[in-house]
């Protein structure tokens, strides 16, 4: 995985060299491509049709049985990466990394960031404009995110050491959703 990600270079990389790196999406709308890359094994699986229901016995097929990452990528209206966002379940701690395409690399544009995840539910722990960096944590936990902006890509980091499971997994992924979210939508990002 880490070989195709490398292959994939914001405001340059095109649809067709992501499907040729990739494949066919899983899912495929305009401007938004998404891979689910997960262990498989074989298994038989029924056949459902309208008509005989029954009659065709189950075939072989290959079905997922761990997700181990979830590959998004976004496009601009001339079809070149402006956004990868990379999930990963394989482990904890829970590692998720997110690039942006910003228009104007500015320490504005972190200042911005910073305030929206304050509004999102963290806590600004760092922000430092020499190195361009952000520190967010979630307030009364253990996990955080890490914001750089560098050149032309605003990269986050976020890390979530709880169990899958359990409820803090979830409340920080709520949080963590609803600020890349407001950070796509925002008007440093393109």
Not at 95 to 113: G, H, P, Q, R
Not at 115 to 143: C, P, W, Y
């Amino acid at each position: 995985m880490k070989e195709k990600l490398a292959n994939v270079r914001l405001g340059q990389t095109t649809m067709a060299e992501v499907e040729t790196t990739f494949g066919s999406a899983n899912l495929k709308e305009k401007r938004l491509w998404v891979y689910n890359l997960a262990d498989t094994s074989v298994d038989f699986a029924d056949v459902n049709t309208r008509m005989m229901s029954g009659l065709i016995p189950p075939m072989p097929s290959t079905v997922s049985t761990n997700t181990r990452a979830v590959v998004t990528l976004r496009f601009t209206d001339g079809g070149t990466v402006k956004g990868l966002e990379v999930s990963r379940y394989f482990s904890a701690p829970y590692t998720n990394d997110y690039w942006y395409l910003v228009k104007k690399s500015s320490t504005s544009d972190l200042a911005s960031v910073a305030l929206i995840g304050e509004s999102s539910g963290f806590k600004v722990v760092t922000l430092d404009f020499v190195s361009r960096t952000l520190n967010l944590e979630d307030t009364g936990s253990k996990a955080r995110l890490t914001v750089t902006l560098d050149d032309q890509t605003l990269h986050i980091a976020s890390t979530n050491p709880y169990d899958r499971l359990s409820n803090e997994y979830r409340i920080f992924s709520k949080r963590e959703n609803a600020f890349t979210e407001r950070v796509v939508t925002s008007e440093a990002v393109q």
